[in-house]
Each structure stands twice: as C-alpha cells, then as structure tokens.
C-alpha cells in the first residue's frame, strides 16, 4: 500500500511538470522527453497522451510493477521560455545527479515562484520591438514612433482585458482593434512619411508566433494530433487580428 | 557605403524587436544577448540577400535557417533549449506588410470597389500578397526548426546511452 501512496505523489508531480511545460509554450515532444527523464530518475517508466486542454498520465513502477493513471486539465496558456529552459536543465542534473523525489519537488516548486519580467518592462520592449518592425520595414523615425505608441497602447488593452478573463480570441481582437485605430491617426492626420508601415506594424505584437512554430515541429515530429490544434489555435488569433485591422480600416478610410 | 549602413541598422532593429519579443516570452536573463544577436544575424542576412535581388521568400528561409543551425551550438554553450532564443529571433521576419496588404486588398474587393478592371487587380493583390505571406510564414518554421529536429537525434542518443549504464 505504502509503495501505490508513493507512485500516486511521483505521477501528481510529474503531471504537474508535464501541464507546466505545455502551458508555458514547449511543443509535446519537449514534453514527453522531460517528464520520460524525470520518470527514469524516480524509477519508473511514464506514458502520456497529452492534448491541448488535457493530459493523461500512466506510470509504472520499474521494481514493483504497479501502475498509476490520472487525468487533469491544463489551465490557460501562458508562453514563458524561462520555465521551460529551467525544466529543462532540471531534467539533465537530476539525470547525472540521481536526484530523489523530494530535490525534484524542490527545485521544480522554486521554478515555479520565479518572478516574470515585471509589466512595464514587458510594456516598453515590446514597443521598442514594434519601433523596431516598422523600421524593418522600410519607415522613417516618425512612423517609427507612431508604431512604438500604437504597440503600446494595444499591448495594455490586451493586458487589461487579460486581467478581466475576456475570451482570448476576442482579447486580440480588441487589441488589434485599438492599436490598429490609434495608428490610424497617423495615416488620417499624414504622420510621418509611411503611416501605413505605421499602421501594418502595430498589430504585429499579436502574431502567434509560438503556436505557429510548435505547430509545424508537432507536426514534424508525428504529433499530428497537437499540431493541427496549435495550428488552428493559431489561426484563429491571425483571424481575431485581421478582423480589429478590418474594423479599424473601415472606420477610419 | 550608406547601403552597408542602411543594412546594418535595420538588422540593428531586427535584433531589438527581437529581444522584444523575448522579453514577452519571458526568457531567461542568460538568453537575451544571445537572442538581439540571432535577431541581428537574421536580419543581416536576409536584408544582404534581398539587396543582392534574392527572392523575399529564399530571404526569410536562408534567415531562419542560419537561426536554426547557430542555436544549436549556443544553445551547448549557455545551458538553454534551442527553442528558447531560436523562436523570437525569427519573428521580426514574419510577413506583417505582405499580411496587411492582403486584409486591405480584400477590403476594397469587398466594400469598397465595384469597376471590375480595378477588381481583377485587387484579386492579384490578395493572390500575390496573401501567397507570399503564407510561404514566408511555412518557410521561417521549416527553417528554423528543421536543424533542432536534426539535432533532437543525437540528444535521444545520450539519453539512452545514459539508460544502459
């Protein structure tokens, strides 16, 4: 009985590195492979079927042969490299280290409290990076700047409207409406020398571009399953930001 | 000269948006210089190919894929998964000029414009901008995790090897 109480805590601690991952961005073979080492280490072998808002987990005890299987949901996705490179490292010393069960708790709990950029941080590179678009694009400074505000601006709507657990479709879609329409101004008022750069660029902070690239490794790996879900995930928020550019262009021209 | 210096500075900002989108993704403090400068490299090679008269879509594929290939050996040499600067360092490559003129090419087609010689030139708007948009999108994610998918074999390899012990 003790043993079975034993494999029940290993397979809630895996799962939640499991869901942890996935959540913050890694695509499912970075998944399987991280929990597969944590599972050696602990002696035992895992077997997971995991899905976009769901994971089902089966371990089995390498000595005593049984077996544990739970299912758990997965709570929203919040994109965060600096947890899946943690894990990740974790995964390798606890290999060449032979943790114990309660080192991999530990380290994985001070994972977990690792504080984000904090807003305003996040706020202003962001906007720097929208600057940075424009210029890539081939705008001027002036238009540069009316990117970099117009970023801004989205990207605190966005943040605001995540706070209020809007649905997150319609999230981009009012971000990309409300930085699309500020630079819009520009292209109404004659700002700068390329407004519409301005314009093209400002809702550029919505593209998925996680979704999009772990779609096409899922789907180069044999998780066809998962890639077509982050594909159509992905798809989706390019159609929530064409619709906000659409509304902002038919209001303003 | 002021060519060379136009290059630079835009793969300058290529660097910026980057990190920038790094700094959203929330990637480790360790990463951020690695990833302006996979963000630069990027964009110096795809702005030196399109001033050489390369196609955008070739541009944006030979980027990625440098991305790809250089985050392999940094990703050894500061203790990260690949994945963690090779992603934002690609998306200041991603179409958004090419996406815009689309979504306002079929907004005149459908609002706005009823000649129909100026219609046939809007539906050849949305076709080159739309497909153009689509294969720099399919060729930025082929190019830039085909070489972690390369390198994902020898990483099993060890891990194996680790099991037999």
Request: with cysteine.
């Amino acid at each position: 009985m003790e043993s079975l109480e034993i494999l029940k805590k290993k397979t809630n601690l895996l799962l939640d590195i499991a869901i942890t991952l996935m959540v913050s961005g890694a695509n499912t073979n970075r998944a399987n492979t991280s929990i597969n080492r944590f599972a050696l280490v602990l002696g035992c072998r895992a077997f997971s079927m995991i899905s976009h808002k769901t994971l089902v987990m089966t371990l089995t005890d390498n000595h005593t042969g049984e077996t544990y299987t739970k299912v758990q949901n997965m709570p929203s996705y919040a994109i965060n490299f600096t947890t899946i490179s943690c894990i990740s490292k974790a995964s390798w010393k606890a290999l060449e280290n032979s943790w114990s069960f309660e080192q991999i708790e530990e380290e994985f709990k001070n994972i977990r409290s690792r504080k984000r950029y904090s807003r305003i941080q996040v706020l202003l590179a962001v906007s720097l990076a929208g600057a940075g678009f424009c210029n890539i694009f081939g705008g001027d400074y002036i238009s540069m700047a009316v990117a970099m505000v117009s970023t801004f601006v989205g990207l605190f709507v966005l943040q605001e409207a995540h706070k209020k657990d809007y649905n997150m479709y319609f999230r981009v879609l009012l971000a990309s409406f409300i930085a699309s329409s500020v630079a819009s101004l520009g292209v109404v008022y004659d700002i700068g020398d390329s407004p519409d750069l301005a314009l093209a660029t400002s809702i550029l902070f919505l593209v998925p571009g996680v979704p999009l690239i772990n779609s096409f490794t899922d789907l180069l790996d044999n998780n066809l399953l998962n890639g077509q879900v982050r594909f159509t995930s992905g798809l989706m928020i390019v159609m929530a930001i064409a619709m906000g550019l659409f509304g902002a262009l038919l209001i303003f021209q | 000269m002021t060519e060379f210096f136009k290059i630079l500075e835009v793969a300058i900002w290529s660097g910026v948006a980057a990190l920038g989108f790094g700094i959203l993704f929330n990637i480790p403090k360790k990463a951020i210089f690695t990833v302006f400068f996979l963000g630069f490299i990027a964009g110096l090679i795809k702005f030196i190919l399109l001033h050489l008269n390369t196609n955008i879509i070739v541009a944006s594929f030979a980027g990625a894929l440098t991305v790809g290939f250089l985050s392999m050996p940094l990703a050894h040499k500061i203790h990260q998964p690949p994945v963690v600067f090779s992603i934002p360092a690609v998306i200041p490559m991603i179409p958004g000029y090419f996406a815009y003129k689309t979504v306002l090419a079929v907004m005149n087609f459908t609002f706005i414009e009823t000649e129909s010689a100026k219609r046939g030139e809007l539906i050849n708007d949305i076709f080159s901008n739309g497909f153009t948009m689509f294969f720099i999108l399919i060729s930025l994610t082929i190019g830039v995790s085909f070489p972690l998918l390369l390198l994902r074999k020898t990483t099993v390899k060890n891990m194996s090897r680790k099991l037999e012990d």
